[in-house]
């Protein structure tokens, strides 16, 4: 397990420029690999995700042809056939959206693994709806999980929770199936799949909380992958949460199902600015966000799906705002690469925060003078990026155990923290 130090910092004005979107990434790879023809994918994550996700493709007989640090070459027309079992490593969407590709194509059984902490992770709600279509997927609940290729046939399904992995898996046995496929969600998940498949010629309708597809080829498309919020999020919090402060995010994906973050800020009372660059088939521009005096705000559930992977960062800007912060409607939070909810309460709580879990989400009062104190990022690297953010705010130097998670999503996240806002990191 790695170990920092981590100091405190004052007020922060600088810009940065954060990797390629994972979210992006992952369907850029593997709806390339299902379409017709060669397609360029720029600026791909560097992290361990996405490389689950490239591992896997090219064990399934997928040719992509490595070109650069961020850049690949893609070949549809694999054979969806695999000699030893699929490693998903610590990647949900990885195995999630394997399950949706594999259900109709695979012409023998596939077996997907993962490691201990994805192996934990719910697979049901996607494997209960792609069996009602045909699928072969044995067992149902958790990796390991072995997929036998069947005829599929579109289905109406009413999904229990706005979960995109879930909603991409879905549509990619859609666009195989017989028939129409059509998916109502109780609300408002990320759409980067359907932007991509209807750039790519897919038969595909949206509205809201409705998405419908219906069987069709898909011709393969350049993509320019724009950085990744998520991986912004923590230096827009930074800036947040430090009266004074000043950060500008340069070319980061912009897409309003992503975006709940921003709103939070402002809600908070931090002064937020967006200047969109591109607009299709991804928006992204530059984000610039100005530390004021906050307070305390309620987060309604229906915001939860715009910002499921940055609520431990409200946690910790909540701990620097006048008054009660409640977060309601979150229990994804609990069945992420660790529970999301005790993890980061345990690292604030650890730093003096006045902070209470609930079921669905937690409350905190603030303003706390946060103390440091020795972190752990418990598995997950959305809770090690949280935690450092932390740290940055708090009083004394604090440790962070577990780094190497962070290498998931963003492996220069430590450098670029003390390049763009004057961190003390020691190794």
């Known amino acids: 397990m790695n170990r920092v130090g981590l100091g405190p910092v004052g007020r922060v004005r600088s810009r940065v420029r954060v990797p390629g979107d994972k979210s992006i990434s ?19 994550a560097p992290g361990a995700d996405v490389g689950a996700t490239l591992g896997a493709l090219e064990a399934l007989g997928v040719t992509i042809e490595r070109l650069g640090d961020d850049r690949v070459r ?43 902490s994805l192996s934990r992770r719910p697979m049901r709600r996607v494997v209960e709806p792609l069996r009602r279509m045909g699928a072969e997927i044995e067992p149902a609940d958790t990796l390991p999980l072995t ?27 859609g666009l195989a199936a017989d028939g129409l496929t059509m998916l109502i969600e109780p609300g408002v998940s990320r759409d980067h799949t359907e932007r991509v498949l209807a750039a790519m010629g897919a038969r595909i309708e949206r509205r809201e909380r409705e998405v419908r597809v219906r069987p069709g ?31 500008v995010v340069e070319e980061v994906g912009l897409n309003p199902t992503r975006t709940g973050f921003l709103d939070l800020l402002r809600a908070f009372g931090a002064e937020v600015e967006t200047t969109v660059v591109v607009t299709e088939p991804e928006p992204y521009g530059d984000v610039r966000v100005m530390g004021t005096k906050l307070s305390g705000i309620d987060v309604d559930p229906e915001i939860v799906p715009r910002t499921i992977d940055e609520l431990p960062l409200i946690a910790v800007v909540a701990t620097q705002a006048e008054g009660l912060t409640r977060v309601r409607g979150a229990t994804e939070l609990r069945v992420k690469e660790s529970d999301r909810i005790e993890a ?12 209470e879990m609930a079921p669905d989400g937690f409350d905190i009062r603030g303003p706390t003078v946060l103390e440091g104190a020795r972190l752990d990022a418990a598995g997950d ?29 963003y492996p220069s996240f430590l450098t670029d923290l003390v390049s763009c806002a004057g961190v003390p990191v020691r190794v």
């Open 74 to 116: 893609v070949t549809g027309g694999a054979h969806w056939h695999a000699k030893q079992p699929i490693d998903c490593q610590n990647s949900g969407t990885t195995a999630r959206l394997l399950l949706g590709l594999l259900a109709s194509r695979a012409p023998a059984p596939v077996t997907l693994t993962g490691d201990q």
């Open 381 to 409: 690297h959305r809770i090690g990026m949280a935690l450092a953010i932390g740290a940055a705010l708090a009083q004394g130097g604090s440790t962070l155990d577990g780094t190497e998670w962070i290498d998931v999503s």
């Open 26 to 44: 992952h369907r850029a790879l593997v709806l390339n690999a299902v379409a017709e023809g060669t397609a360029t994918v720029r600026g791909l």
């Open 344 to 355: 980061i309460a345990a690292g604030l709580v650890r730093m003096g925060a006045d902070m």
């Open 147 to 173: 997929v036998t290729g069947r005829p599929l046939t579109g289905a109406e399904h009413h999904l229990d929770v706005a979960s995109a992995q879930l909603k991409t898996a879905l549509l990619l046995a």
């Open 217 to 247: 080829d898909l011709t393969a498309l350049d993509i320019d992958v724009p950085g990744d919020f998520s991986s912004a999020a923590p230096f827009l919090a930074l800036a947040a949460a430090r009266e004074g402060s000043e950060i």
